[in-house]
Structures are given as C-alpha cells and as structure tokens.
C-alpha cells in the first residue's frame, strides 16, 4: 500500500475561482510528479520535482503551478480555474528516478470539475 | 515518435478465463516497461517493471513478457476474478537522456463478469 495521499477526492467549482490540489507523502521521495488524465487518455506529466525548492514544467503545457517547500509535500494550484481544466490530477511519488527502474506510487487521484 | 499502443482497448471476459493484452512500443532507446492496474476513481498500482534482460515476470495470476527485439510485450491475466476489472496501462521508459521519460500507453479497460 503506497502512503501518498490526495485531497480533495472530487472537488466541483465554477469558472474564476482559484484551487489547490494537495500531495503528501510519507516514504522520504526526493521525486514527486503530477499527471493529468482525461478518460480513455494516457496520462500526461505536467509537473514534477526532484527535490525541495526544485520545480519543472513537464511535457504537457498546464497553466497550473506547483511548489515543493517540504520533502513530503507537493501541491498543485490552479490561480483561475477553466471549464478546459476538467480532468483528474494524479499526483506520484518515486525513490529512484521513475524512468530507471524507480517505483512510481499514484496517489488515489483529484478529479476536478469546473463548470 | 516515441509511442505506446495497447490492444485491445477494450475486453470482456467471463470469471474463471485467461486473458491477454498486449502492448506495442517504437520508444528507444529502451531502459524499462511497467504494467499497471488502474481502478476506476483511483490511482495507478505497479503489477510488474522488466528491463531489456528480462522477458518474463509474473506477480501472482499476472504474467508479463516482453520482447525487447520486436518491441512487444504482454500481459497474460490467469483464471480471472471479478476485481480483475480495471484499466491495464503499458508504460515504458526510455534512457535517451540523464533523466529518462515515462512513455504511457492509453490502456486496456478489461470487464470480468460472473
């Protein structure tokens, strides 16, 4: 069981107003990463970490930022949410880099709704 | 292009059969390929991950192969149960860069029924 956690678990908002997806985890992961996943799509990164006060744009342009203050902590911010911004946010955790033969552990998603 | 095609898309079987996926990959240079389970609402679990020496790895009734020459691999679900239902994802990686990438396939959803 992977201890990497996410709220909210469904989250419904109108156009404008400003979001925070929360990450934590409790293994000590240097690297944490965000995927987006709309239905019947492979996931696509948009943000990731390999570390604190490291921060990078993935392949998948997002108008979304994150921070990484704490080891543990990874959050996802939306500043003025879209109806475009629809889909559920995976957010992911590995020791070693998740290319090699790290083991990458998803949290249990946040599926975003944005009328 | 790097890509990862997965087939079926999707499958139904009836509880007790086997089952196979397969999974088609041009990513290269090759480091690693995962299998993932994903349920509906939830995250990604890992089932299996083999390197280029490796060709096949079993988890419990999951048996994955992987053919490094053709670029394919599969993934072979024994005498289903009715929790087997869920998204099957092929991921694979590349080496191509100090960090590597994470290439995902856009999944096999398979239904078991009683």
């Known amino acids: 069981e992977a201890d990497i956690y996410q709220t909210p678990r469904y989250l419904v908002i109108g156009t404008g107003k400003k979001i925070t ?3 934590s985890q409790t293994m000590g992961h240097d690297k944490m990463y965000w995927y987006q996943q709309d239905p019947g799509m492979e996931l696509h990164l948009i943000h990731y970490s390999y570390g604190v006060n490291s921060t990078e744009k993935g ?3 997002s108008e979304s930022t994150v921070s990484r203050i704490r080891t543990e902590h990874f ?3 939306l500043e ?3 109806p475009s911004h629809t889909s559920q ?3 992911a955790s590995s020791e070693g880099l998740a290319a090699n033969t790290g083991e990458l552990f998803f949290g249990e998603g946040s599926r975003l709704t944005v009328l | 292009k790097n890509q990862v095609e997965q087939s079926p898309q999707s499958l139904i079987i009836l509880e007790g059969k086997n089952c196979t996926l397969q999974c088609n990959y041009t990513v290269s240079p090759f480091s690693n390929l995962r299998w993932y389970k994903q ?3 939830r995250g990604p679990v890992s089932l299996t991950i083999m390197t280029f020496s490796e060709n ?3 988890n419990g009734r999951y048996t994955a192969t992987l053919d490094a020459d053709t670029k394919q691999s599969s993934l072979h679900i024994t005498a289903s149960q009715l929790s087997d239902s869920a998204s099957y994802i092929c991921v694979v990686s590349d080496r191509g860069s100090t960090l590597g990438r994470l290439y995902f396939g856009r999944g096999t ?3 078991v029924w009683p």
């Open chain 1, 80 to 82: 003025s949410a879209r």
């Open chain 2, 39 to 41: 349920d509906t609402g």
């Open chain 2, 109 to 111: 959803q398979l239904t």
């Open chain 1, 59 to 61: 392949d998948l342009s």
């Open chain 1, 89 to 91: 946010y995976l957010c």
């Open chain 2, 56 to 58: 096949t790895k079993s």
């Open chain 1, 75 to 77: 959050p996802l911010t």
């Open chain 1, 21 to 23: 997806l929360e990450c």
